[in-house]
């Protein structure tokens, strides 16, 4: 078993200030009666720090929805570009809701996991649009609706087989890859 303890002000920033705090909780812990333990890992991380990296973080996600939104426009339609947006955004709030319940911390690896994830899904979604784009070409006297189910029935094959070995991979991450990637690999599980 392993438990996180966070303490939420450590006081100055400096080196020695940081670790006295850490020893402490360790002196707290064996003198509590707790049994043996070993310490796993420590990480410090400022509030000035956290705050920035959670901002670049958003940041990073907005911009990137932002870069998708205008690909999709200039190469296919903007109609088609905010339907990606919003099927991305979509996919990422899903994943929140996962995290949020299985209460995982919204680490550096799972905003990494999140972007990669909106980057798998606006390929998927590309390469639908595309295919979607070649049909209206070839089935003009079909409806919309049938174009778009022909479409995706054609790429689901690719879809399946695309996202079937990636989540073999991630899953091999999330049992073997150990404490650090473990986040990542759940937030690509998912």
């Given at each position: 078993?392993?438990?996180?303890?966070?303490?939420?002000?450590?006081?100055?920033?400096?080196?020695?200030?940081?670790?006295?705090?850490?020893?402490?909780?360790?002196?707290?812990?064996?003198?509590?009666?707790?049994?043996?333990?070993?310490?796993?890992?420590?990480?410090?991380?400022?509030?000035?720090?956290?705050?920035?990296?959670?901002?670049?973080?958003?940041?990073?996600?907005?911009?990137?929805?932002?870069?998708?939104?205008?690909?999709?426009?200039?190469?296919?339609?903007?109609?088609f570009?905010?339907?990606?947006?919003?099927?991305?955004?979509h996919?990422?709030?899903?994943?929140?809701?996962?995290?949020?319940?299985?209460?995982?911390?919204?680490?550096?690896?799972?905003?990494?996991?999140?972007?990669?994830?909106?980057?798998?899904?606006?390929?998927?979604?590309?390469?639908?649009?595309?295919?979607?784009?070649?049909?209206?070409?070839?089935?003009?006297?079909?409806?919309?609706?049938?174009?778009i189910?022909?479409?995706?029935?054609?790429?689901?094959?690719?879809t399946?087989?695309?996202?079937?070995?990636?989540?073999?991979?991630?899953?091999?991450?999330?049992?073997?890859?150990?404490?650090?990637?473990?986040?990542?690999?759940?937030?690509?599980?998912?």
């Amino acid at each position: 078993r392993q438990v996180m303890i966070r303490v939420p002000q450590v006081g100055g920033e400096g080196g020695t200030s940081l670790s006295a705090t850490r020893a402490a909780v360790e002196r707290a812990l064996q003198s509590g009666n707790l049994g043996k333990f070993t310490v796993v890992g420590s990480e410090i991380v400022s509030p000035t720090v956290g705050r920035d990296l959670s901002q670049k973080g958003l940041s990073a996600f907005v911009l990137s929805l932002l870069g998708i939104l205008a690909y999709i426009a200039f190469r296919f339609e903007f109609s088609f570009a905010v339907g990606a947006v919003i099927a991305t955004i979509h996919d990422i709030l899903v994943t929140f809701a996962f995290l949020a319940f299985f209460q995982y911390d919204l680490t550096l690896n799972v905003i990494a996991a999140i972007l990669t994830m909106s980057g798998y899904s606006t390929n998927d979604t590309i390469v639908i649009f595309d295919r979607v784009r070649e049909n209206l070409r070839s089935m003009r006297r079909d409806s919309l609706n049938d174009v778009i189910n022909a479409s995706i029935n054609q790429t689901l094959g690719r879809t399946i087989i695309t996202g079937g070995l990636t989540l073999l991979t991630v899953l091999a991450l999330f049992f073997f890859g150990g404490e650090v990637l473990h986040g990542f690999a759940f937030t690509m599980v998912v």
